[in-house]
C-alpha cells in the first residue's frame, strides 16, 4: 500500500508521459493475467495472498504468441525469437561433457555446487574471450576475473540488476522499441522507464540528453540509475548502435552523474551474430574509468540456450551486491554447464561453431531481406530496417495499420497461417503511448525457404488488411 502511495505521488509530479507505472495491467496479457490472479482466489479455497511485487510480474505476451503456434501447426511462426534448432552444437557439447567427465576428478569438480560468481576456469576463459572481443590482452582490459560473473543466461544478469539497483520510482532510460523481457524487469520491481527514440543509427544521443534536461528541471535526477541499450543487433529492432553514439551515450552518462552515478546496462547479447558492415567496438570501451558502464553478452544465441550461461562484466563495487543478491537466488549458476562453456572455448570448438552459425543466419537474414523486397516494396508506407547482425527485422507499416493481438492484421496473419510479434508489446511505457503499426519480424527459426513463404503470407494479409 505504501509502495502505490509512493508512486501515485511521484506519477503525479512528472509530466513525462513515457512513465511506466503499473504498465503490465494495460497490455492485454498483463490483464489476463491480472484477471487470472484474482479468480484464483475467488474460488473455494481460502485466498492466496501474493506480494505486491508478484501482482506487477509481466506475464510474458510470447508465451501467448507460443501457445498460437501450438495451435496452429501449419502455421510459420515469424514471431519465436529462439535460435535455429540447426545450429544446436550436439556433438560439441558431447564433447565439452566427455572431456569435463573425462577424469574422476575433473567429473567431480564439475558436478559439485560451485561459486555464487561462477567457476575460475570459466571466469579465466571468459576473460580472455572477452579481451579477444575488445581487441586488447587480458591484461589491458582495466579489470581482473573478480569484476566478471558467470551468469545462468544474460537475463539472469538484467533481471540482478534491476533488483539491486532500483526502488520503485527509480527512472531507467531505454530505446523505444526496447527489449521487451527487460522491459518486464523494471516493471517488476517498480521502477519508471523514459521512452528514447532510436533510428537507424541507435538511441538518438541527443534525444537522450533533453530526457535527463527534463527529468532534471522536474527535480527527478535523483531518481535516475539507468541507460539501457542493446548496443549490437538490437532484440526488436535489429539496429547496431553507430560508434560515435556509443561514445556519446557513455558521456551522456557521465555528464548527468552528479550527486550518484548514472550506469549505462550495455546488453550486448548479438555481439557475436554478426554478418556483415562495420566492426563497432563495445559502450564499455569508452568508459575508460570502468565505473560507469556494465557488460553482458550470453552463449544462447552463438550456442546453446539450453545451457543457460551468460556473463556479466561489473563496476568493482557493484560486484558484491550482484553476487550478494545471486547467491541467495541460486548459490550459482549450473557449475556443470560453466564448465562445458568453459571446455568448448578451450577447445577452439566454439569459434568453429560460431563461423558455421553465422553463416547460417546470414542466408537466413537474406532470404528474409529478399522477400521483403519482393512482396512489401510496392506496398505504400511500408519500411523496414536491414540488420548487419541478429535475429529480427523491424517492420514499420503506414500509421492507421495497427498490428496488436486484436487488430484486424493479427486476424488476418493467422488466418493466413503466419505470425509476427505486434510491436507494441516491445515497448516500455504505457500502452497508449506506443506506436501500433510495427512488427518484429524474427528468421531465427525458418528455413530460408519458409522464411520466404511467411514473408509472402504476411504480404498478402496486409495488402488485404489495405484493401478493406
Ligand atoms: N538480451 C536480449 C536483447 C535478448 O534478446 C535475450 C534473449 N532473447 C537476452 C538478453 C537473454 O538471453 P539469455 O538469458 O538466453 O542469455
Redesign the pocket.
Known amino acids: 500500500m505504501i509502495f502505490r502511495d509512493h508512486c501515485t505521488t511521484v506519477q503525479g509530479c512528472c509530466k513525462l508521459d513515457d512513465f511506466d507505472f503499473f504498465a503490465n495491467n494495460n497490455t492485454r496479457v498483463g490483464s489476463d493475467e491480472a484477471e487470472r490472479k484474482s479468480n484464483m482466489s475467488t474460488s473455494t479455497k481460502l485466498p492466496l495472498i501474493l506480494s505486491e511485487r508478484s501482482h506487477q510480474t509481466r506475464d510474458l505476451a510470447i508465451s501467448f504468441l507460443m501457445q498460437q503456434g501450438v495451435e496452429n501447426p501449419q502455421c510459420l511462426s515469424l514471431a519465436a525469437?529462439l535460435v535455429d534448432p540447426q545450429t544446436l552444437p550436439v556433438q560439441d557439447a558431447l564433447q565439452a561433457a566427455s572431456q569435463v567427465l573425462s577424469t574422476e576428478e575433473s567429473g567431480r569438480s564439475a558436478l559439485q555446487y560451485g561459486t555464487t560468481q561462477g567457476s575460475l576456469g570459466l571466469r579465466s576463459e571468459l576473460l580472455n574471450h572477452f579481451a579477444s572481443l575488445e581487441g586488447v590482452e587480458a591484461k589491458d582490459l582495466g579489470i581482473d576475473k573478480h569484476q566478471l560473473i558467470a551468469t545462468t543466461?544474460?537475463?539472469?544478469l538484467?533481471s540482478l540488476v534491476s533488483e539491486v539497483l532500483f526502488d520503485p520510482g527509480d527512472i531507467c532510460l531505454v530505446a523505444g522499441p526496447t527489449?521487451f523481457?527487460?522491459a518486464g524487469n523494471l516493471t517488476g520491481v517498480g521502477a519508471r522507464s523514459v521512452t528514447i527514440p532510436v533510428d537507424d543509427y541507435g538511441m538518438q544521443p541527443e534525444a537522450l540528453n533533453a530526457a535527463l534536461e527534463q527529468i532534471d528541471s522536474m527535480q527527478e535526477l535523483h531518481r535516475v540509475k539507468m541507460i539501457y541499450v542493446?548496443s549490437y543487433y538490437?532484440?526488436p529492432s535489429g539496429v547496431c548502435v553507430a560508434t560515435e553514439r556509443r561514445q556519446q551515450i557513455v558521456e551522456i552518462a557521465q555528464k548527468w552523474s552528479r550527486d550518484h552515478r548514472i550506469l549505462v546496462l550495455e546488453?550486448a547479447?548479438?555481439r557475436e551474430l554478426q554478418y556483415d558492415g562495420e566492426v563497432h567496438p563495445s559502450l564499455w570501451s569508452f568508459d575508460k574509468s570502468r565505473d560507469h558502464v556494465i557488460y553482458t553478452q550470453?552463449f544462447?544465441k552463438t550456442f546453446s540456450?539450453g545451457i543457460?550461461v551468460?556473463f556479466g562484466v561489473l563496476p568493482e563495487d557493484l560486484v558484491t551486491p550482484i553476487c550478494d543478491r545471486k547467491g541467495n537466488e541460486d548459490f550459482g549458476s549450473s557449475n556443470f554447464n560453466q564448465h562445458l562453456i568453459a571446455e568448448t572455448l578451450k577447445s577452439g570448438r566454439y569459434t568453429q561453431h560460431l563461423q558455421n552459425v553465422r553463416e547460417g543466419y546470414r542466408q537466413k537474414r537474406d532470404s528474409m531481406l529478399a522477400a521483403a523486397k519482393k512482396y512489401f516494396e510496392d506496398l505504400p508506407g511500408v519500411s523496414w530496417i536491414s540488420p548487419h547482425g541478429g535475429l529480427y527485422v523491424w517492420m514499420s507499416l503506414p500509421e492507421e495499420i495497427a498490428t496488436g493481438f486484436d487488430s484486424p492484421l493479427f486476424k488476418e496473419a493467422v488466418a493466413n497461417k503466419v505470425m509476427y510479434v505486434p510491436g507494441e508489446l516491445c515497448y516500455a511505457g504505457p500502452v497508449e503511448n506506443r506506436p501500433k503499426h510495427q512488427m518484429r519480424l524474427s528468421y531465427g527459426v525458418l528455413t530460408p525457404e519458409k522464411i520466404t513463404e511467411a514473408m509472402k503470407r504476411l504480404a498478402v494479409s496486409v495488402k488485404n488488411v489495405m484493401a478493406n
Do not use: E, I, M
Not at 543466461?153 to 539472469?156: A, I, R, V
Open positions: 525469437g543466461g544474460s537475463q539472469q538484467l527489449y523481457v527487460f542493446v538490437d532484440n546488453d547479447a548479438y550470453t544462447s540456450p543457460r551468460g
